[in-house]
Every structure is written in structure tokens, then in C-alpha cells.
């Protein structure tokens, strides 16, 4: 039966006035039939004697990872991709960076999901690279080897009083709200009355909106559980969200900002000093600068008449400082954060958007029980053979093809360093991916020999979730979450989540 | 909500196999296509038909591809509907939350469009490549009779433009 044939049944059947069990019950029918026929596709491609495939590994499964599947599977019809993932669930930074308030941001994850169930694509969870399998290994086994494993660590203020508690990166807070299995137990103390963030990035906003935000509006989100009842009891009451530069060099964009402005019972502050002047230059500055400058001004000198009485009635705030950075975190007699102690900066340099910050003599403190450091992630190498500017925190490389290794290669932040939204991570991928083809094309890569590969595979074959088995993940978590009026409750346990796949 | 991502799971995994990548909303296609299906099969009085109109997309490889949209649809689903191949097109699923479907319109139809964007549409295009004054988010863009014979340009990806 042709796949046209049987999507045209199923959609006529659809629509029939049905009991909607009896629907499901064929929809599985259906879905099982196409099964058949695409195993039955398969065993032919390979029994044909057709043109060998070229096998390419993915490292990481994040959207650096899928898009890059995406374009290679497109571009090449006898590609078939291997896609490693450290955790036994797929999706990176989507499922554990993205906010859980934007859900609309997920759903790259449906086309995903498509592209992991292709026939010419493989999806191999709770499979470390560098551990389960060495990078070398899939070097030799696979014609190419893309590496997509992003930025996992965060870098550092390195000033004193850093290690105390309730200092913690931004990056361990989102994880624990996201249910990151790692940072799952992160002590997170919210008896506070003032939080400090200190960065002004997305990341910056994300956490001081999550600290912010009425619990009534998470709670039907997929944020995790134990991070949701620590946020019902939170006491924090202002959150500073500082940065070392002016308002001009902010690298957080305007629909984060306008989220802040906007959240319910929360006053914003800008003081007005801060935005003087910038009336006079908003107009020769270019969009995308251009908007977000006129919000932060218009915000700090002429909110409107509705915004006011808003703000006057709020019960919280957040306030935007500029030019301050942290020298010390101060603590108070029990151990505990105290305040962040500050030099006051200036600018200098002729072109406004790139000023640096020049510190003064001045210093001042703000009282504070909670610091979330949100100064940028930045990536390690997998492998000590891996050509890595440790500066940058980057993968060295040139058009995504990593230096002086034939055959490897490297995308999204991994290579470029932690910088902008998934459009840019999207852009990035496909342009990786259309090198690849190039590649190929061109007879640059060689193919590796089958036998290699499914020996490697063989090491890992028992323990790795397939995505088969992640759907199993997904259904359990989707239905814990509805029983508590939630999107999704995430499994923070490995091993449970071993077992869902496996049983 | 369970049936409907069960059902979703069930059809994306129905549509996925001969499908290489992309074109996302398969879901999209399906709600358009089972409209059809519902017409032929379980309405005795044939439901008006929507008007159609002629748009013509310019492609980032030069090509053209003509299409016919339905008046009252917006510039994303048409896109999707009529497998228009943009790479990443609609990311987000026309949720205000991405700008992959940017398009740039000619000033004097840019002018022409009903519905102004408005400062959540405008905040998603600051952060798209290649912006210019007539751009907009075709998800946000309704199709009106007026449009018949409109042309579009699909911006190119610039790789380098992260900032």
C-alpha cells in the first residue's frame, strides 16, 4: 500500500462521525501498516545493491544537531545519520534551556520528531561520547562526524566570595527549573526579599522573569515540580538585574525586555540618568538596536498613563542597572550572601555600540541574599586531540570544517560560542550541512567500512535509548503532567527514565 | 490533549517516511487536507468555496513558484499547504515566537496590507537576517482578494549575521 493511499484513507476516516476510541484504534492500525512497509522499503534499498550510504555521526541533539540531520538527509539521498546523545532524552537546550513560559519556542520540536523517524536517521540516547564511545572511534567508522554539543559550561566571576551559597550560575538555575537531571537537587534558597543578576543576556531576563513571575502562571507549564514549590514559597520581592556596560551594548533582545516590562505585579525601574541622551541617537541607530534602545528609554523616562498605574500597584520590581561590575560578594556573619559589592564603570571608545567598560574609583553595594551569575556559557573540548581556542571557549574551525581534520566537523555553539536564539543556531546548521554535501560531492570524504560500524554500535547497542523508546519517556512525562493540570511533568531521574524506555 | 498529540505522533510518523526533512506542519496540512475530506464525504450541501488568488514567491535560489492561496489564510500556512521548500520556514508554527518566515514585500504592497504589524511582530523581525522596511512575518499576513498577482521575496539566510 502506498503511503498516499493510506494517508487519504486515514484522513477521509478522520473526518466520519466516529467514536473517537474506534479512531485511535485504526490510526494505530495505520501507523502499524506504515511501519511494515517502511521496514519493507528498507530491507530493499539495502538488498537492492543500490549506491552505498554515506553514514554521518551527529554529536548532540540539540538544534544544531537536527537541523544539520536535517539538511544532509535532504540534500543527499543516500546519507543515513547517527545522532549521539549524552542523556537518554533528545532535544538539548530546547528542552532544557528554553523557558518553561515559552512554549511557543518548543515547537521546533514537532519537525524534530519527524526527522528523527526517518528511515535514514538513528537516534542513540544515553550514549556519551568521549565515555560510552571515543571520538576517534567515530571518526574511523563514519564518513563524516559533526559536532554539535553546545556550551555546557559556564564561565566564572572570579572574585572573592564566589563559593558561597546562594551564589549560583544562572546556567545550574536554569537547568533546575527545567528539570536538567544534573542540577536536579541545586540548593536554591528563595528567603530572600532581593536577588541580584548579574549579566544582561537572555539568559539574564529568563531568570529574573522565572523569579518573578506569579507561581498561578508557571504552574501549567512544564517547569519542574521541586522547583515549583520552592518558587511558591519565595520571598524575593526585587530582583537587580546588573551589567557592566550601557544601555546601548545590552545583549538581551527586545522581546525579553518587553516581557519584563509587561509581567503582572511587577514594577520595572530604569533610572532616567542611566538613558540620558539616548532620545538624541535613537533615530541614526539601526533596528534591531533602534527598538530595543527606544524601550529601555521610554520605559525609564515616559511610561504610559496605564503602565504607571500598574507599576504603582505592584508588589514587586526589577530593576535594570547599568555600568557596575562585581568585585566581591560579601558575606554576612552566618555564611550567608550579604550584598555584591560594585566599581562603578565609564565607557570608552569612539564607536557607541562597542564601548568598553573603564572602572572608576567608586564603589558601591547592593544588599542582596541570592546572586545568579549569567556572564555567558562557554564550551569544552570533547577530545584533548580536538584543536579548541580555550579563549573563546570554541572549537577551531573554518566553514564548520574543523581544523586540519579531514572528515569532522562542528556547529551551533560549539563552534560559534553561546550567542543568539535558535534562528541563528538554524542558519548556522544549514550552511554546516550544505558544506557536508559539498564534501561528498566533491569526493572529499571517504566512506568507512560497514563492518567497523556495527561492531562500534554493538558496544553501545544494550544500553542506548532509541527514539522509539524515548516516545515511551515523553507519553509518561506528558501523562504525570496532566495529572497535575501540567503541559509535561520532566523525569529528573536517569535510571527512571532508563526504565520507562526499556520496559 | 492527549488524543490530539497521540494523533499528531500517529501522522507525523505516517507522514515522515518518504518526506526527507522538513516542511515542519505536516499537522497544518493535514487540518487544510481533511477540510477537502470533509467536503466530499459528509456534507450533502458543498460549503462555499474560499476565493483564490494568484501570490508568486521569489526564492532565495532565483526560482519562482507560483501558487494559488485561499483569501483568508495566512502567508505561512499557504506556504506549508502548498509545499513551498524554504529550509527552517516556520519554525515556531506561526506562534509569534521565532522569524523564520520572514518575507519582504514590495513598498507599495507592504503599504496594502490590512493589518499592521504590531510591536510583538515588529520585535520577532528585529531579530531576523536580512530585515528591511517592507519586511514581514508571513504567519501575521492574511490573504485579502486585493493580493491577486502579489509577489514575494524569501529573503537569503545570512550565516554570518548573528550578532
Redesign the interface.
Known amino acids: 500500500m502506498t503511503l498516499c493511499k493510506l494517508r487519504s484513507q486515514w484522513l477521509a476516516f478522520k473526518s466520519m462521525k466516529v467514536p473517537m476510541d474506534f479512531k485511535l484504534f485504526v490510526a494505530f492500525k495505520l501507523w502499524h501498516l506504515n511501519g511494515q512497509r517502511q521496514q519493507s522499503t528498507v530491507s530493499k534499498v539495502i538488498s537492492g545493491g543500490q549506491k552505498p550510504h554515506t553514514h554521518v555521526a551527529i554529536v548532540g541533539s540539540g538544534p544544531a544537531g537536527f537541523y544539520t540531520t536535517q539538511q544532509l538527509l535532504k540534500g543527499n539521498p543516500n546519507i543515513v545519520i547517527d545522532i549521539y546523545e549524552k542523556l537518554p532524552v533528545p532535544f538539548g537546550l530546547v528542552r532544557f534551556g528554553v523557558a518553561p513560559d515559552h512554549p511557543e519556542v518548543k515547537n521546533v520540536i514537532h519537525t524534530f520528531t519527524q526527522t528523527a523517524q526517518n528511515d535514514r536517521c538513528h537516534f542513540w540516547g544515553n550514549v556519551e561520547v568521549g565515555k560510552d564511545v571515543t571520538l576517534e572511534e567515530l571518526t574511523d567508522t563514519y564518513t563524516a562526524v559533526v559536532l554539535c554539543y553546545g556550551a555546557s559550561h559556564d564561565r566564572l566571576l572570579e572574585i572573592p566570595g564566589e563559593d558561597l551559597p546562594n551564589v549560583i550560575s544562572a546556567r545550574s538555575f536554569v537547568g533546575w527549573y527545567n528539570g536538567l537531571p544534573q542540577h536536579k537537587n541545586l540548593a536554591v534558597s528563595l528567603d530572600c526579599e532581593s536577588a541580584v543578576v548579574l549579566g544582561h543576556g537572555n539568559v539574564a531576563l529568563d531568570v529574573a522573569r522565572i523569579l518573578l513571575t506569579p507561581v498561578s502562571q508557571l504552574q501549567k507549564t512544564d517547569i519542574s515540580q521541586h522547583a515549583l514549590e520552592v518558587l511558591s514559597r519565595s520571598k524575593i520581592k526585587q530582583v537587580h538585574v546588573v551589567g557592566r556596560r550601557g544601555p546601548l551594548q545590552v545583549a538581551f533582545t527586545i522581546k525579553e525586555l518587553r516581557e519584563m516590562v509587561n509581567l503582572p505585579d511587577t514594577r520595572t525601574t530604569i533610572q532616567p540618568q542611566d538613558v540620558q541622551g539616548l532620545d538624541k541617537i535613537i533615530t541614526d541607530i539601526p533596528r534591531p538596536r533602534k527598538r530595543l534602545t527606544e524601550l529601555v528609554f521610554n520605559s525609564a523616562t515616559h511610561p504610559s498613563a496605564e503602565t504607571i498605574k500598574k507599576w504603582a500597584e505592584a508588589s514587586r520590581e526589577w530593576r535594570l542597572v547599568f555600568l557596575r561590575s562585581p568585585i566581591k560578594i560579601q558575606e554576612a556573619g552566618d555564611g550567608q550572601v550579604k550584598a555584591v559589592e560594585f566599581t562603578v564603570n565609564r565607557l570608552e571608545g569612539n564607536n557607541l555600540m562597542t564601548q568598553r567598560a573603564i572602572s572608576t574609583d567608586v564603589t558601591e553595594s547592593l544588599q542582596c541574599g541570592l546572586v545568579l551569575r549569567s556572564i555567558g556559557y562557554k564550551s569544552l573540548p570533547l577530545d584533548n586531540s580536538l584543536p579548541f581556542d580555550s579563549h573563546k571557549g570554541v572549537i577551531q574551525h573554518k566553514d564548520s570544517r574543523v581544523q586540519g581534520r579531514k572528515g569532522l566537523y562542528c556547529s551551533g555553539w560549539a563552534a560559534n560560542g553561546p550567542v543568539g536564539v535558535i534562528l541563528g543556531t538554524m542558519t548556522d546548521a544549514f550552511e554546516t550541512g550544505k558544506v557536508i554535501l559539498q564534501d561528498i560531492e566533491n569526493g572529499a570524504l571517504q566512506n568507512q567500512e560497514k563492518d567497523k560500524r556495527e561492531k562500534l554500535i554493538d558496544k553501545f547497542k544494550s544500553k542506548a535509548v532509541s527514539f522509539s523508546e524515548w516516545t515511551k519517556i515523553d507519553l509518561a512525562e506528558t501523562s504525570a503532567g496532566e495529572k497535575i493540570g501540567k503541559v509535561r511533568e520532566k523525569l529528573t531521574d536517569i535510571q527512571q527514565m532508563l526504565h520507562i524506555a526499556k520496559s | 490533549?492527549?488524543?490530539k498529540?497521540?494523533?499528531?505522533?500517529?501522522?507525523?510518523?505516517?507522514?515522515?517516511?518518504?518526506?526527507?526533512?522538513?516542511t515542519?506542519?505536516?499537522?497544518s496540512q493535514?487540518k487544510a487536507?481533511?477540510t477537502l475530506?470533509?467536503n466530499?464525504?459528509?456534507s450533502s450541501v458543498p460549503k462555499p468555496q474560499k476565493d483564490l488568488v494568484k501570490v508568486t514567491f521569489l526564492l532565495r535560489d532565483g526560482q519562482r513558484q507560483e501558487v494559488k492561496a485561499k483569501v483568508g489564510d495566512n502567508l505561512l500556512d499557504i506556504i506549508v499547504e502548498n509545499s513551498v521548500d524554504i529550509?527552517?520556514f516556520g519554525?515556531?508554527?506561526g506562534?509569534?515566537?521565532?522569524?523564520?518566515c520572514h518575507l519582504i514585500f514590495k513598498q507599495e504592497d507592504y503599504d496594502k496590507i490590512p493589518d499592521k504589524p504590531t510591536?510583538?511582530e515588529?520585535?520577532?523581525l528585529?531579530?531576523?537576517?536580512g530585515?528591511t522596511e517592507t519586511s514581514r512575518l508571513g504567519c501575521q499576513v492574511i490573504v485579502t482578494k486585493d493580493m491577486d498577482g502579489l509577489e514575494i521575496s524569501v529573503p537569503k539566510?545570512?550565516?554570518d549575521?548573528?550578532?
Open positions: 490533549m492527549y488524543t498529540r497521540l494523533i499528531r505522533t500517529i501522522v507525523s510518523r505516517m507522514l515522515a517516511s518518504d518526506v526527507p526533512s522538513i515542519s506542519q505536516s499537522w493535514l487536507n481533511s475530506q470533509v466530499r464525504f459528509c529550509d527552517g519554525a515556531c508554527e506562534t509569534l515566537a521565532c522569524s523564520t510591536d510583538e515588529l520585535d520577532m528585529d531579530l531576523a537576517f530585515l539566510g545570512v550565516s549575521a548573528r550578532r
